[in-house]
Structure formats: C-alpha cells, structure tokens
C-alpha cells in the first residue's frame, strides 16, 4: 500500500522546495560519485590490510593517519591472514600491511628454511626473498613479535636471571606451561630451545594460550612462552628472558609494500616515517590501551602519533 500524491495539486511553495531538493540530491550524489572516482583514479586512496588482532589494528591506524596527513584517504580491510595479506599485496589488491619476518618463508608454496635464527640475518635473508618475490620492502618498524620465555619478576630477581642461559641451573626444577605450537614445533619451538641451551624442564605442562598467564600468576607453572608484545606481560608483573643463543624465531615488524607504490614519492614519505618507530616495549603499552583500556585503535594511534610530533 502507498500514498499517490499528484505534483499538479501541490502548492506553488512546495514544488519549488521539492525542485530545488531534488536539485541538490542529484547533484551531491554526482559529485560523491564524481570525487570517489577522481581520487581512486588519482591513487590517493590507500587501502591498508591488517591482521584480526590488537596490534594489528593499532599500526593499521598509525600508518592510515600519516599517509591522510599527507594528503591520503585510506580503508582498512581487516580479518585477513597474513597469507592472504601477502597475496593481496603481491595482486595489488591492498596497498600496505605490516607482517612479521619468519612467518614470511611459510607463503611460499616450498616453505624456504632460514639458514640461521639470528635476527639480523632472518631479516637480509627475509628482505632477499621478498624483493624477489615482487614485493616492496618497507623496512622494520622497531618491535618484534616473537615467542620469548616469561618468568615472574620475583623469580628474576631472586635467581639473578637475564638471558635463557642463565636457567642452566634452574630449568631441571621448573615447570613450563606451553601452547601446543610451542610444544611440538621442532624448528621454532621448545624441541630447538632445549637443544640449543642443553637443559630440559622437569615437566611441560600443555594448555591453551589464554590460560599460561593465570597458570604462572596462580604457581602452577614457573616459566611460559609469551608474545613479546602482549600487555600481560606487565599485567602480571612477569620479566621476558633474552634469547642469547638464538634459538627461538625472531618475528621483526615490517612494511609491505605493493610494488606499484614505490615510485609514489609522498606515499613512501609519509610511510618512512614509522621506521624503527615503536619498540616492544612501548607496542605492548598501546596494545594495553586496546586490551585493558578498552581504547578504540583510531584514538591509540591518534595520541601515540601525536606525542611523536608527526601529525
């Protein structure tokens, strides 16, 4: 059912304001239109890709709002993988993401084996086989985000520990709760970290991710392995263990780049910007923000970029 109004019984009055409405209504969607197209066409839009985690969305931001402070309008196509990331990227599909240097050998179809752990030579021989590969570099952004074994402040403190090395005398004592990736993985994981150290844990207690956090603040296990960036790294007052010999995969952040913008001078300007721009120290402090806070990741980004003088 509808109301049929006919246009000869309106008023002199109305037509006019229905005219100069309509008018206006079409002349907007023409120039929505109209602008939409010239600024695709133009590459000033920039589509940036992110990975469905805390991080991920905060960095998207950050590098959304220096590419808008330099005269961009960005999109943030987010709840990808990181391997559909990269082929977006290699496609042209996204424009930017930031992805993390071991995990990059799993794309390829033959996943490349890394000749060493070292995370200076991870990231020359990841930076090698990206270029080739049709990818822009847009070099490291300062943290990583790798596993690195967690242990309470009062333990470090008290047994004087530092690096992995220095557990030589306590591991046998210790129980460690993992994650099953942890566990099991022979290259990256527990199996390589004994080998390396030459110390075994008297036991590995396996549980879900969410859980090693109570587990170790409640005394149920002595040691875990904690993302470098997760906020309850602080929460729990915990001390992460340096990584002395190398045994555990580094994951340094980094830019990717479609190749078609790396003859975009004022794009690479505004990007350069975010190197070597956040270490791990002040990335599980903003991802605190999200977490804890309950901060949305535009308004992080916003303040943090604000802070450094760069918007």
């Given at each position: 059912?509808?109301?049929?109004?006919?246009?000869?019984?309106?008023?002199m009055?109305?037509?006019?304001?229905?005219l100069?409405?309509?008018?206006?209504?079409?002349?907007?969607?023409?120039?929505?239109?109209?602008?939409?197209?010239?600024?695709?066409?133009?590459?000033?839009?920039?589509?940036?890709?992110?990975?469905?985690?805390?991080?991920?969305?905060?960095?998207?931001?950050?590098?959304?709002?220096?590419?808008?402070?330099?005269?961009?309008?960005?999109e943030?196509?987010?709840?990808?993988?990181?391997?559909?990331?990269?082929?977006?990227?290699?496609?042209?599909?996204?424009?930017?993401?930031?992805?993390?240097?071991?995990?990059?050998?799993?794309?390829?179809?033959?996943?490349?084996?890394l000749?060493?752990l070292?995370?200076?030579?991870?990231?020359?021989?990841?930076?090698?086989?990206?270029?080739?590969?049709?990818?822009?570099?847009?070099?490291k952004?300062?943290?990583?985000?790798?596993?690195q074994?967690?242990?309470?402040?009062?333990f470090?403190?008290?047994?004087?520990?530092?690096?992995?090395?220095?557990?030589?005398?306590?591991?046998?004592?210790?129980?460690?709760?993992?994650?099953?990736?942890f566990?099991?993985?022979?290259?990256?994981?527990?199996?390589?970290?004994?080998?390396?150290?030459?110390?075994?844990?008297?036991e590995?207690?396996?549980?879900?991710?969410?859980l090693?956090?109570?587990?170790?603040?409640?005394?149920?296990?002595?040691?875990?392995?904690?993302?470098?960036?997760?906020?309850?790294?602080?929460?729990?007052?915990?001390?992460?263990?340096?990584?002395?010999?190398?045994?555990?995969a580094?994951?340094?952040?980094?830019?990717?780049?479609?190749?078609?913008?790396?003859?975009?001078?004022?794009?690479?300007?505004?990007?350069?910007?975010?190197?070597?721009?956040?270490?791990?120290?002040?990335m599980?402090?903003?991802?605190?923000?999200?977490?804890?806070?309950?901060?949305?990741?535009?308004?992080?980004?916003?303040?943090?970029?604000?802070?450094?003088?760069?918007?």
């Amino acid at each position: 059912m509808y109301l049929k109004i006919s246009y000869s019984s309106m008023s002199m009055d109305f037509k006019r304001v229905l005219l100069v409405f309509i008018t206006l209504l079409v002349f907007s969607g023409t120039c929505v239109i109209t602008c939409t197209a010239e600024e695709a066409s133009s590459g000033k839009k920039v589509i940036i890709g992110a990975m469905p985690f805390n991080e991920q969305y905060i960095l998207a931001e950050i590098a959304g709002q220096l590419l808008e402070n330099a005269g961009y309008t960005y999109e943030i196509n987010s709840g990808l993988n990181n391997a559909m990331l990269y082929q977006g990227i290699k496609k042209g599909q996204i424009d930017l993401y930031i992805d993390y240097t071991s995990a990059i050998p799993t794309y390829f179809e033959e996943q490349k084996a890394l000749k060493n752990l070292d995370p200076d030579s991870v990231t020359a021989e990841v930076k090698e086989m990206v270029i080739a590969d049709g990818v822009g570099w847009g070099d490291k952004i300062g943290f990583r985000n790798d596993y690195q074994m967690a242990v309470k402040d009062t333990f470090a403190r008290e047994k004087g520990v530092e690096n992995l090395s220095d557990l030589a005398l306590n591991a046998k004592d210790m129980v460690l709760g993992s994650d099953l990736v942890f566990h099991l993985d022979e290259i990256y994981g527990l199996p390589n970290l004994e080998k390396t150290y030459g110390y075994s844990f008297r036991e590995v207690k396996p549980m879900e991710p969410t859980l090693m956090f109570e587990a170790i603040k409640n005394n149920q296990v002595d040691i875990i392995p904690a993302s470098s960036t997760d906020s309850r790294i602080d929460l729990f007052n915990l001390t992460t263990l340096n990584d002395d010999k190398a045994a555990l995969a580094p994951y340094d952040s980094i830019l990717l780049i479609t190749k078609t913008r790396e003859d975009d001078t004022a794009f690479m300007d505004a990007i350069s910007n975010m190197q070597n721009l956040i270490d791990t120290k002040t990335m599980r402090s903003l991802n605190k923000m999200f977490d804890i806070d309950k901060k949305d990741a535009r308004e992080i980004a916003n303040e943090f970029l604000t802070e450094q003088g760069l918007i």
